[in-house]
């Protein structure tokens, strides 16, 4: 009796520490756990911090129309000329956003990040120092402008990716957005100062230290992360809303991306003074990043009446411009345009990876961006040579009128899902 009492008692001592090794080792998998999730955590706000970082500077393309009037008194060039160098940029950019996903397979979100911020210190260090225009086409329009395309392509998909897309990718695009906005006061200032193009040197100084933030660290490949996958669907309505957000994008952005590229130019051409056109260039940058952020705000409502605001946003700016001449007027309606253009920029990626969910996201965006590419490049090359030809700008915001009414039936067609 005694006997099977202390084995009685052993075997309760025994199954005791059992159960709490039991438990020890579930506070220890939770524990091991919670690390784990806390580092991803603190990895995922480091990752979104450097490519924040970058597409800011990337954003400075925006900027552009701040060098503008310097680039024309420096190399004596023509307002097309003018217009051509951001419409060779956009091509670029647009080349870049279709290659980068498979930079990022092979080496990384930051590596190439890294990489493109300082190749573009290379280029926009030669940019400042050239002394011809053709020179300066390959070193800021192609080489910038690929780098620029690079980086916000990759850091679009940090963002697309994120445990809040719908945060996180307006937020992306609003950086960039927002380095037009600083970056263009800040040319401004020193182009008033007599800088000219040397003003470029302070992007270089940004872009280098963006590469040095970019190339330290773990690197993080989005391809790893999991996402919800296309939703169901026959391929030829695949190709129906594909075809759709493409039209969108390219006739809903051509007059964003004809100011953005020649607002400089359109004040100069209303008389402005100096102070106006800092104010007005400001408003200009400050709309398109407010436009690209506001998407956020449109959490669990329809990405279609994100889109149908920022059509009717870009026509009130147009019709401003067309109808008024006085230089303050000017400025609110560029204003205006960019704030319906920075919408729209934002509202696209959110309605494409609703439509094709995260996992065909990558895929869709990268043929919808040509769209833009091709906006791009049409826009301010073609105000420039209406404006050549006729000596004014209204011709282009006429043209601008069309395309953006055009985008309006494309946007009643999308999916019902959008709705």
């Not at 955590?41 to 701040?66: E, H, N, P, Q």
């Not at 279609?304 to 700016?317: E, H, I, R, T």
């Not at 001449?325 to 000017?330: E, G, R």
Request: aromatic letters at 10%.
């Amino acid at each position: 009796m005694i006997q099977a009492d202390r084995v009685l008692t052993s075997c309760i001592c025994i199954y005791k520490f059992d159960q709490r090794a039991g438990d020890c080792l579930k506070v220890r998998s939770q524990a091991i756990i919670s690390a784990r999730s806390l580092g991803a955590i603190t990895f995922d706000v480091s990752s979104l911090f450097k490519a924040l970082l970058a597409v800011f500077c990337a954003g400075a393309l925006y900027g552009w129309s701040a060098l503008a009037p310097s680039l024309q008194s420096q190399f004596d060039t023509s307002k097309a000329d003018v217009g051509f160098v951001f419409s060779l940029a956009i091509v670029s950019f647009t080349a870049a956003v279709l290659i980068a996903p498979r930079l990022v397979e092979r080496f990384g979100d930051d590596v190439v990040i890294g990489a493109s911020a300082f190749l573009a210190t290379a280029w926009v260090g030669l940019a400042v120092v050239t002394s011809s225009f053709g020179m300066f086409l390959l070193c800021f329009s192609f080489g910038f402008g690929f780098a620029s395309g690079t980086i916000y392509s990759t850091a679009l998909r940090v963002g697309a990716s994120g445990a809040r897309p719908w945060l996180t990718t307006p937020m992306i695009v609003a950086g960039f957005g927002l380095g037009g906005v600083v970056f263009s006061a800040i040319w401004t200032v020193l182009v008033a100062q007599g800088w000219g193009l040397r003003a470029l040197a302070v992007l270089a100084g940004a872009l280098c230290l963006t590469a040095i933030l970019g190339l330290t660290g773990r690197t993080i490949n989005v391809r790893d992360r999991a996402g919800k996958s296309h939703p169901a669907g026959s391929e030829s309505e695949t190709r129906r809303e594909l075809a759709l957000l493409w039209g969108i994008f390219a006739f809903g952005s051509f007059a964003g991306l004809m100011v953005m590229g020649l607002a400089g130019s359109v004040l100069e051409h209303s008389q402005a003074g100096i102070t106006l056109t800092g104010i007005a260039l400001a408003g200009v940058t400050v709309g398109n990043t407010l436009g690209r952020f506001s998407a956020a705000l449109t959490r669990g409502a329809s990405p279609k009446l994100a889109l149908v605001v920022s059509v009717a946003l870009s026509l009130v700016g147009l019709g401003l411009a067309v109808l008024s001449a006085a230089p303050a007027w000017v400025g609110v309606s560029l204003a205006l345009i960019a704030l319906g253009y920075g919408l729209m920029a934002s509202a696209l990626p959110l309605a494409t990876s609703h439509i094709f969910g995260t996992q065909g996201f990558q895929a869709a965006y990268g043929i919808i961006f040509t769209a833009w590419g091709l906006s791009g490049f049409a826009a301010p090359w073609l105000a420039g040579l209406l404006f050549d030809l006729s000596g004014s700008f209204t011709p282009g915001f006429i043209v601008a009128i069309v395309t953006t009414l055009f985008t309006l039936p494309l946007i009643y067609l999308l999916d019902r899902e959008t709705r």
